[in-house]
């Protein structure tokens, strides 16, 4: 199956835009961004430095997938990063789901979309590499 080009360029567009709008929102402005799942933070920079820390790695990691769109080379980089970041957060919450119970609904379909994009841009790499092997 050939992998559509712009189907392709679609998808890296739209996680890295949603990357970048996450990872910039947990980097800058994490109570407000935490506060949609109902988590609040106390007064703790310790707290807070932990959080904006995985805040400035989405971003990086996003701004990486974004300029995957441009340049073509990189788009393998860009779906691997895709599927890296939202499996391992998607199966994190799995595990945290089984250690801790059940969080609010905004983390439960948090953990969907991250595997379902995670898995699809999976896939994608794969096919890429049977393309290139074919």
Do not use: C, K
């Not at 933070?41 to 990486?64: C, D, K």
């Not at 841009?121 to 049977?130: G, I, K, M, N, S």
């Amino acid at each position: 199956m050939i992998i559509d080009r712009i189907s392709v360029i679609v998808f890296l567009a739209l996680f890295g835009v949603i990357g970048l709008a996450i990872g910039g929102s947990i980097l800058f402005i994490p109570d407000q961004f935490q506060a949609n799942a109902n988590i609040i933070f106390p007064a703790n920079p310790s707290l807070y430095s932990e959080v904006r820390a995985p805040g400035a790695f989405l971003t990086l990691i996003a701004v990486g997938i974004l300029a995957s769109v441009f340049i073509r080379d990189w788009r393998l980089y860009g779906l691997m990063g895709i599927a890296a970041v939202n499996l391992t957060y998607g199966l994190g919450r799995v595990v945290s789901l089984m250690l801790d119970g059940v969080p609010s609904i905004t983390i439960l379909i948090a953990m969907g979309v991250e595997l379902l994009a995670g898995m699809l841009a999976a896939y994608l790499v794969f096919a890429h590499q049977r393309q290139q092997l074919a």
